[in-house]
């Protein structure tokens, strides 16, 4: 069965490019470049185009509309690191996507590109638990079995400057510390000999939490923020969940050896 679908071009390389979370990571004593996985899972339904990625560490989710009458639920697999590099070299426009049993035909004015559809994703179990999980600021979240008792607002952008300055340190891990009833958090770093060390304060937007925050984590996730305001929940050394417009995140805790 055939099914084609239009969406504004660089909505869904944006999208793409937010799940594919490609950046620098914490590896034993160094850090490396890595993403997610590769892998990316589609859900169209409706009038959107759900786009899915994750591995045994994290999950993200990103939402966008698509062009048209509403679709009945269909899912498709397909290679990020074979489409990005196409997708990088073309001008914003409308991008018509046709997904048929074999292959994914991504065309616009008279460009297209196809590759092949996948199989599976090694980490459908963890996708499935972010895309069924349910968000309500007035309530606390619980992931999985696990309730994350802090929530925090701040401001996307601002988040996303505060990681890419403590990213200079060069370990890739960062720790978030918030004590209760403040109306600030503090994003930090240090060096893996721990002879340098860096942070950044950021406001929050709206109330202070009763609850105190520690944990620390391993992920770029600037490329995932956008300029709104964005939740985050979390506990110490628990589960972090980071939410904005149409996307939603999770990241395991980042546990130190010592």
């Known amino acids: 069965m055939n099914k084609i679908i239009n969406c504004d071009l660089e909505k869904f390389r944006n999208a793409v490019e937010a799940i594919w979370l490609r950046g620098k990571y914490k590896s034993s004593t160094v850090s490396k470049v890595g993403v997610i996985s590769n892998t990316a899972v589609g859900i169209i339904k409706d009038t959107r185009l759900e786009l899915l990625n994750g591995n045994d560490k994290s999950a993200i989710s990103v939402t966008i509309d698509i062009v048209g ?25 409308d991008l018509k996507i046709k997904i048929d049993d074999a292959n994914i035909t991504f065309s616009m004015d008279r460009t297209s590109i196809k590759v092949p559809v996948l199989v ?7 996708i499935s638990m972010v895309r069924g999980l349910s968000i309500k600021t007035d309530k606390p ?8 008792p802090c929530m925090l607002m701040v401001n996307g952008e601002e988040l996303a400057s505060a990681i890419k300055f403590c990213n200079l340190v060069g370990t890739a891990a960062f720790k978030i510390n918030y004590v209760a009833g403040q109306r600030d958090i503090t994003i930090s770093s240090s060096n893996f000999h721990r002879t340098e060390f860096v942070d950044r304060t950021i406001t929050l937007v709206g109330n202070p939490s009763s609850e105190d925050l520690t944990v ?12 709104n305001v964005m939740a985050l929940w979390s506990g110490d050394n628990k589960p972090i969940v980071i939410t904005g417009p149409n996307r939603k995140m999770v990241i395991a805790p980042y546990i130190r050896s010592e």
Not at 85 to 91: A, E, G, Q
Not at 217 to 227: G, T
């Open 216 to 227: 620390e984590f391993s992920a770029p996730i600037d490329k995932f923020c956008v300029k």
């Open 69 to 93: 009458e509403p679709q009945e639920e269909y899912m498709f697999i397909f290679d990020i690191e074979k489409i990005m590099k196409y997708l990088k070299n073309l001008k914003s426009g």
């Open 141 to 148: 979240v619980v992931f999985g079995k696990t309730p994350l």
């Open 120 to 126: 599976e994703h090694s980490n459908m179990g963890l």
